[in-house]
């Protein structure tokens, strides 16, 4: 089992940066790739940022060049930087964790970026 925690939601202006936090616990050493995706109201749950455990990331179009993902494995945590904020992508964020028999999904942390 894996349990995940997300951390760093807010609400934020337009133009502004917040950092997530996911810290990982339970079965880590299973864990094939790490990623956070959101879902707005009204809206299916879609992928942001993942990254593997060999360290190759992918980003959705919409956020790529202003979100960063990363990962601390000393504190078992990885993170989505994410500056620039518009207005859509207000959402909950989601942390996500594979292994090869399950996914694994944190409670989610509400992001609101004013206009």
């Known amino acids: 089992q894996v349990q995940l925690v997300e951390s760093g939601g807010g609400l934020v202006q337009s133009g502004g940066s917040l950092r997530l936090s996911c810290a990982a616990s339970?079965?880590?050493?299973?864990?094939?790739?790490m990623g956070w995706y959101r879902q707005a109201p009204g809206k299916q749950r879609e992928l942001v940022a993942t990254i593997t455990k060999g360290g190759n990331t992918n980003y959705a179009g919409s956020v790529k060049g202003r979100f960063t993902i990363s990962r601390d494995n000393a504190k078992n945590t990885f993170y989505l930087q994410m500056n620039s904020l518009k207005p859509e992508d207000t959402a909950v964020y989601y942390c996500?964790?594979?292994?090869?028999?399950?996914?694994?999904w944190g409670r989610g942390t509400q992001v609101t970026v004013s206009s």
């Open positions: 339970g079965s880590i050493f299973s864990i094939y790739a």
């Open positions: 996500n964790a594979e292994t090869t028999t399950k996914s694994y």
